[in-house]
């Protein structure tokens, strides 16, 4: 049951690089390569159970939360054209 879950979520990655390398814009790649990182997360899961050891669970959690924060960090740099400025991008019209 553990392969067919390992199998499937390979799958889903394969498919969520390829968003991420085919996205028209920013955002869309950008989701991508958070989704790219929740099915790390999961794939991190599974092999902790499928080799029968739980403390992966606590790799997958921090791997989680720096997924997080570097998709918020990222979306804040692209969010102002001068970060020192702090002036939106849609303030330029």
């Not at 085919?22 to 790390?40: C, E, H, I, Q, Y």
């Not at 997924?67 to 102002?80: D, I, P, S």
């Amino acid at each position: 049951m553990f392969i067919a879950a390992t199998i499937a979520v390979l799958i889903t990655m394969a498919l969520t690089l390829t968003r991420a390398l085919m996205g028209p814009t920013l955002f869309d790649r950008l989701l991508a390569v958070n989704s790219f990182g929740t099915k790390t997360v999961m794939l991190i899961a599974v092999y902790g159970f499928m080799t029968g050891r739980p403390d992966f669970l606590d790799i997958a959690l921090v791997y989680a939360l720096i997924n997080f924060l570097g998709t918020v960090a990222v979306l804040k740099f692209f969010e102002y054209d001068d970060p020192a400025a702090a002036t939106y991008q849609e303030d330029d019209y």
